[in-house]
Nanobody, 128 residues
Framework: QVQVIESGGGLVQAGDSLRLSCAVS??????????LAWFRQAPAKEREFVAA????????HYADSVKGRFTISRDSAKNTVHLQMNSLKPEDSAIYYC???????????????????WGQGTQVTVSS
């Protein structure tokens, strides 16, 4: 059974940084097909794409709202992915979810339906 476990959330002030981590276990994935992504969901809003590391390549994708502030990185040996979040804003407050997809293509990388495995989420709260 695949397990996706996020960590690193918390309460910070505007302008601070946080680093989220996601560990994947329970199955051996073909790394060349594995896409790791972060989504977030604020209260009363739909879950939205934040960032993705596409198929363990050097290709990364970001939502416009976080570009230049957030960085996604991965450790292939440990099956982990991180999200470094700098210059946090109150509007970044949300539950952040790690998502795993094995059939993601470029045109679907921002879609929740493209991902098969999800973590339980970690809360990020940014105070003004």
């Amino acid at each position: 059974q695949v397990q996706v476990i996020e960590s690193g959330g918390g309460l910070v002030q505007a302008g601070d940084s946080l680093r989220l981590s996601c560990a994947v276990s329970g199955r051996s994935f073909t790394r060349s097909t594995l896409t790791l992504a972060w989504f977030r969901q604020a209260p009363a809003k739909e879950r939205e794409f934040v960032a993705a590391a596409f198929r363990w390549s050097s290709s990364t994708h970001y939502a416009d709202s976080v570009k230049g502030r957030f960085t996604i990185s991965r450790d292939s040996a440990k099956n982990t992915v991180h999200l470094q979040m700098n210059s946090l804003k109150p509007e970044d407050s949300a539950i952040y979810y790690c998502a795993i997809g094995t059939t993601v293509i470029t045109s679907t990388i921002r879609s929740t339906s493209a991902y098969s495995y999800w973590g339980q989420g970690t809360q990020v709260t940014v105070s003004s």
